[in-house]
């Protein structure tokens, strides 16, 4: 079977080859997986960089944070062959081996069956992206936000979380405010249903003070760093901010000014190790609540063999909407 395989040169930087490896290659689990469909995610973009963005811990490695596929032997009575499964999180393609690969050996643990209605490929259309945007909605939704209380405010929106973020609002009745520093990407955020285009520099340069007006009820961070302190200074009254990203960095340069004197709550959306019933919940919310005829405007179709140009570009902030890796071949 075919498989990227980030392995160290006499440098101990790590290069990515495409071979053919055997299942005994694959590290221990309980379920194997013909994998159909994976993904591109940032933290893929780390896992396919020299130094391995300080994700990887042993080589060879082959990334691949998500997958979804068809159950080929399982030792596990709650799935059996022929059963589609889809995994995210669980540090899969950092520390164990990930979706890069036309097979997968994991624990039944990490895995969750496919609703009803979603193919594999949708499936990663979604991917760990459009998984996580579920989540922040599901905790904004859980914290009050309802469509009659004002705009939404979507950052880094023409990435992969914020794309599948916006079409879930929008496909709810939200108004959604998205901010995007590609004025091209405009075209596409309305077709993903925003109803406010915002570009980047008007939250870096108008936001000044650690109160602005309130103007969002709700935001689905994606970007984090200097991004999120401005943005909590625009939020109403007790609403809430769903924090996901750290493109823009861990440190927030915020007061704790908005928290006391609006109440604003702020929301980690931590995809990796949710619990299983959360997770199938979820992936049942995507199944009603996500609009499907909008991922095919999302995708960018890839191979194996583009992954490692793609990943570089993911890192700079060059890849819109969702990258679906075929390995269904």
């Known amino acids: 079977m075919r498989a990227l395989i980030m392995e160290q040169n006499s440098d101990g930087l790590a290069e990515p080859h495409i071979k053919e490896i055997s299942e005994d290659a694959l590290p221990e689990g309980d379920?194997?997986?013909?994998?159909?469909?994976?993904t591109l995610n940032y933290k893929d973009g780390l896992c396919l960089s020299p130094k391995g963005?300080?994700?990887v811990r042993n080589y060879p490695h082959v990334p691949g944070i998500d997958f979804a596929g068809t159950v080929e032997t399982s030792e596990c009575?709650?799935?059996?062959?022929g059963d589609k499964v889809v995994l995210t999180g669980w540090r899969v393609g950092e520390v164990h081996w990930g979706?890069?690969?036309?097979?997968?050996?994991?624990?039944?643990d990490w895995l969750v069956p496919l609703p009803d209605g979603v193919t594999t490929r949708q499936a990663m259309a979604v991917g760990t992206a459009g998984f996580t945007a579920m989540l922040?909605?599901?905790a904004l939704e859980e914290?009050?936000?309802?469509?009659?209380?004002?705009?939404?405010l979507v950052t880094g929106a023409t990435g992969g979380v914020g794309s599948v973020a916006t079409a879930i609002l929008a496909h709810l009745g939200y108004e959604v405010a998205a901010v995007t520093g590609r004025p091209e990407g405009a075209d596409y955020l309305k077709s993903m249903g925003a109803t406010q285009i915002v570009p980047r520099e008007d939250i870096n340069e108008t936001i000044k003070r650690p109160l602005e007006s309130e103007t969002w009820a709700g935001c689905i961070d994606a970007v984090g760093g200097e991004m999120l302190a401005r943005v909590l200074g625009q939020m109403k009254y007790n609403a809430s901010v769903a924090a996901i990203g750290l493109a823009g960095g861990a440190a927030v340069p915020a007061t704790i000014i908005p928290f006391i004197l609006r109440g604003v709550n702020l929301l980690g959306i931590d995809s990796v190790t949710q619990p299983k019933e959360r997770r199938i919940r979820c992936w049942n919310r995507i199944a009603t609540d996500l609009p499907m005829d909008k991922l095919e405007a999302m995708i960018q179709p890839a191979t194996l063999e583009d992954l490692p140009e793609l990943g570089a570009s993911i890192?700079?902030?060059?890849?819109?909407?969702?990258?679906?890796?075929?390995?269904?071949?």
Do not use: I, N, T
């Open 31 to 38: 379920v194997l997986v013909r994998v159909e469909y994976s």
């Open 77 to 81: 009575p709650d799935f059996k062959p």
């Open 53 to 55: 963005g300080g994700l």
């Open 143 to 152: 914290h009050g936000l309802k469509p009659d209380q004002g705009p939404v």
């Open 99 to 108: 979706g890069y690969a036309e097979k997968a050996r994991v624990k039944s």
């Open 315 to 329: 890192l700079k902030g060059g890849v819109k909407g969702r990258v679906l890796v075929d390995l269904s071949a």
């Open 136 to 138: 922040a909605v599901m």
